[in-house]
């Protein structure tokens, strides 16, 4: 299990890292394109998320969360910074598609679309995101399937 664990840490890195080769922008002020740091919320208890900002509006988003299961996640992500206006920092409200794939026992996979609502500090000395976010998402499993809805919050530093 521990060999499992230190492979998917690194596919995670590897998958959001290779993003910065490509990516044209970052909203975050001070920062990079990437963004790496805590989630918690279900499905899992808690995770290590990141971030990769195609552009100033798209980025992608993963996370290995933990407790009882393993579950890998991957979403695409459209930010809208635009529908709430704050004095200082950007508040994106955020809509996205993505997948699950719980990996301990028996396999499943789910369907799911996170949104959300983050806040991006303007501080250069700052380059922090906290989030929160509601995801419906329907799991398949061999039995057959399941609809749920789960919460997270979060924060990333961007590098």
Known sequence: MKHFL????????LALSAGTVWADGSPVVGGGNFGLGLDFGDPG????????????????????????????QLDYLWHDFDLIKVEHGAMPFYVGVGGDLAVN??????????????YLFEKADVPVEIFVEAVPTIWFYSGGAQFDVYGDLGGRYYF
């Open 45 to 72: 208890t808690w995770g290590a998320t990141g971030k990769v900002w195609v552009d100033d509006k798209n980025a992608f988003q993963g996370a290995i969360k933990f407790s009882g299961n393993t579950i890998l």
């Open 6 to 13: 230190r492979i998917s840490f690194l596919i995670l890195a």
């Open 105 to 118: 026992g028996a396999v499943a996979v789910a369907g799911r679309v996170p949104i959300g609502l983050s």
